[in-house]
């Protein structure tokens, strides 16, 4: 809903609330949209939203937002004389700068028109020396005393301030060579330097060094004992009146080396498929395995290495895929989880695969991997400082909250916006892609973010993001919000669902496999080597597993006969058939535990076994022993001895121990998100911003609505519900006063929809929601144009 047109018409601009109230609802949104904390929450009118983007912490967040060129324009401002022209702006600059002053007007940090260009009040305070320059030679002096003023400006013959500034040129030869050079180091700025004794008193006749001849002749300021100031005018006259020695109108150019683009995305393609394979591989292996949690909440250093070691991969390529599963939510911890941050394990907590992950597994390799990359894009956490220590040098593990760092996405993001403006295909060096970002964002810097910058380099290339460095066109796609699902589908290597099984018990897969045969294979099979291809290795322990699994001899020697495009060898068939005779002629019960067998033997071999003696066993009948220890214990125990005992219910059938199925008991830290969920969702919603608006609208309206004697309309019941029955009817709005159940009077600009009941439901345009107001509360009714 926009304003009024006839209230619109003729609004004065005199100040910032004025120039802020004569914006249109698409601009108020335009600004809402930029700078969301101006609406969180929303003020009460137009007045009030001027104070909150005057005031110093948001006026610094926008800032912020500014690359260098806005940022130059915006400091030129403040140098100017306010209010300035926009003739006078861009000679200061020297270049045209309309783009800029546009974006700065968005922002609300620049308002006025072009002949009457002013900067936000309070901007002035959050730039100490804009463009490099000083403070005005009125400031500068400011701290003098009267009696050490009146002394100076006697000794040059000058009658003020201003006549020092009228004479800068002349005084400025009169202090000689050296006093020039000196003023030229401080030119560009920064414009203060240290001096000992800076506030000591000299004169014309007594300066000797070339500091003490600018400070007598009014060129220098004495800020303090130790420090002296260049004043503005100064600072301009010694640059020719340019505000910048160079103005950057654009970022530097992204160079670097250049591949072609299908190279490049099929690389970055291959990439993307290992990273969602491996992390199934990760989370099936803790599904099975899962690694304890610290009182700190986060993972050992010895569980990282250990899983690093099973993936063949850098230990900070394994933290960063640990952390990217946490953040979607594939991933969290499960048990008692005492949390005091002490050291060591967290109680019996270990981390586990949340039933999302099961979810997530069904859906197709693109779907999987935006929903990781979105994830990763997202997070607050950084996988780059797993394993360092922190600033009481303490160790950082990864999944732990000292990984957080809040700047994280929006450097993610900037790095991959600096990435999307190189041409297709090439790969910026790291070195320009901080030039670029000091560009865009010039107030945002320091040792961490250059750090992060390398970091999400570093992590794009192992996640898929890019091929080569180089963006992916998948990546653009799931950038600009696009179908990311689409364009990665059209560079996945194709998953086969065949490998070549050898006589040495080794099979090799040529390429990608398909999910279902990939999982049955690392069930059965040990990976023994990755690359171009791989090769899984048959032992007897992994036949086991698949056996444990459920999985029968005959079922498993028919999986890999359907697969292989070679005959099965008949070493792998005997193996098979070997481990499945030998497997579940032992099975455990509970007594705590039991041994039971058919063949007495086997009990008799058990027995004689001195290793056997940890397991207190003792016999029952002669095909029957028990055991004080857990079965899970037992169970352990004879498979370290060379047996492959089973577990057995109490009603004798077998129990097949699926050892991949366990998953966290909670959602733990997050959800499964759609892959198709907006990839950088910080602001608020349109529908917000909308509402937003409107209130501010309603809340201007109301606040410049007389009444009588300055108090809430007032007027009897009947005409009352009269009035509203009327606005109901006709659909226009209304102004009346409201009593809360503290008795306390309001003012609500409102719009009656229906009356029944005692209770009137209105859309409340102060409020920007819809409200039932109780009748007997609502102490009058009034017209929104005047008070009746």
């Known amino acids: 809903m926009g304003p009024d047109p006839d209230y619109r018409c003729g609004v004065s601009t005199e100040t910032y609330a004025d120039w802020l109230r004569a914006r249109d609802d698409d601009e108020l949104r335009a600004l809402f949209a930029c700078r969301p904390e101006l609406i969180t929450p929303v003020p009460s009118d137009i007045t009030a939203l001027s104070s909150r983007a005057s005031a110093p912490s948001a006026l610094s967040r926008a800032l912020d937002r500014l690359d260098r060129l806005a940022l130059s ?88 301030v201003q006549a020092i500034c009228e004479r800068i040129g002349p005084l400025v030869e009169d202090a000689g060579p050296e006093a020039r050079a000196a003023l030229d180091r401080l030119t560009w700025g920064p414009p203060i330097g240290k001096v000992e004794g800076a506030r000591r008193p000299v004169t014309l006749a007594s300066a000797n060094s070339p500091i003490e001849r600018l400070l007598a002749r009014g060129l220098l300021a004495a800020t303090d004992d130790r420090t002296v100031t260049l004043p503005r005018e100064v600072g301009l006259f010694l640059r020719g009146g340019r505000v910048f020695r160079d103005l950057e109108t654009a970022p530097p150019p992204l160079g670097g080396t250049v591949r072609e683009r299908k190279l490049v995305d099929s690389t970055a393609g291959g990439q ?37 070691t099973h993936l063949d991969l850098p230990e900070w390529t394994t933290a960063l895929l640990v952390e990217v599963a946490y953040a979607a939510g594939l991933l969290a911890r499960s048990g008692d989880y005492d949390g005091s941050g002490m050291g060591g394990r967290g109680g019996d907590a270990v981390w586990l695969p949340t039933p999302a992950y099961d979810l997530w597994r069904l859906h197709d390799t693109e779907r999987r991997w935006a929903t990781v990359a979105g994830a990763w894009l997202r997070m607050d956490r950084v ?7 922190d600033e009481r040098d303490r160790l950082i593990n990864a999944l732990s909250d000292e990984a957080i760092r809040a700047s994280a996405p929006q450097v993610r993001r900037a790095t991959l916006e600096a990435l999307a403006d190189a041409p297709a295909g090439t790969a910026p060096a790291t070195e320009g892609v901080y030039a670029n970002l000091a560009w865009h964002q010039p ?26 460095r180089a963006l992916a066109q998948h990546t653009r796609v799931l950038l600009a919000g696009g179908d990311a699902e689409a364009a990665l589908r059209a560079v996945l290597p194709t998953p086969v669902d065949h490998v070549m099984i050898q006589a040495d018990l080794t099979a090799v897969a040529p390429g990608p496999l398909v999910a279902d045969l990939a999982r049955e294979l690392a069930l059965a099979a040990d990976v023994e080597s990755t690359g171009g291809a791989t090769v899984y290795r048959f032992t007897p322990e992994s036949v086991r597993r698949a056996l444990d699994a459920g999985r029968g001899a005959s079922e498993l020697i028919e999986l890999l006969t359907r697969h292989s495009t070679t005959a099965l060898p008949q070493p792998l068939s005997y193996l098979i058939e070997d481990v499945a005779r030998r497997h579940g002629r032992l099975r455990v019960g509970i007594a705590s535990a039991y041994v039971r067998s058919d063949d007495p033997a086997v009990l008799e071999e058990i027995m004689a076994d001195r290793r056997a003696e940890q397991l207190r066993l003792h016999r029952l009948a002669p095909t029957v022993l028990a055991s004080r220890v857990p079965r899970s214990e037992l169970l352990d125990g004879l498979r370290v001895l060379g047996y492959a005992p089973v577990a057995e219910s109490p009603e004798g059938s077998v129990v097949i121990t699926r050892l991949d199925s366990q998953r966290a008991d909670t959602a733990g830290h997050g959800a499964y998100e759609p892959a198709h969920q907006s990839v950088f969702g910080s602001g608020p919603d349109g529908s917000v911003i909308t509402a937003a608006v409107r209130a501010l609208r309603a809340g201007d309206e109301a606040a410049r609505v007389a009444a009588p004697n300055g108090s809430p309309p007032r007027s009897p019941a009947a005409a009352m519900v009269q009035r509203l029955r009327e606005a109901t009817d006709r659909g226009g709005r209304v102004w009346i006063g409201y009593l809360d159940q503290q008795g306390q009077a309001s003012s609500r600009i409102i719009e009656p929809a229906r009356i029944e009941g005692g209770f009137l439901t209105a859309y409340d345009a102060t409020r920007a929601a819809v409200h039932r107001f109780a009748l007997h509360r609502i102490t009058g009714v009034a017209d929104v144009d005047g008070a009746g």
Do not use: C, N, Q
């Open 73 to 160: 324009v915006f400091e030129a401002l403040l140098v100017l004389p306010s209010p300035t022209t926009y003739e006078d702006l861009a000679a200061a600059v020297g270049a045209d700068v309309r783009g800029a002053l546009g974006r700065l007007r968005s922002l609300a940090l620049v308002w006025g028109d072009d002949d009457e260009l002013r900067v936000a009040p309070g901007a002035r305070g959050a730039v100490p020396h804009p463009a490099g320059l000083g403070p005005p030679a009125k400031e500068a002096f400011a701290s003098y005393p009267s009696d050490r003023m009146t002394a100076l400006l006697d000794d040059l013959g000058l009658g003020s």
């Open 272 to 308: 993307a498929f290992t990273t969602v394979r491996t992390i199934e591989d990760l989370l099936e292996r803790w599904g099975v395995d899962p690694p304890g949690v610290l009182r700190s909440g986060g993972l050992g250093i010895r569980d990282l290495r250990a899983t690093a």
């Open 383 to 389: 996988p780059g400082l797993a394993g360092e220590r």
């Open 443 to 468: 107030r945002r810097g320091g040792v961490l973010r250059e750090r992060l910058v390398g970091w999400t380099l570093r992590e794009a290339e192992a996640l898929g993001v890019t091929g080569f």
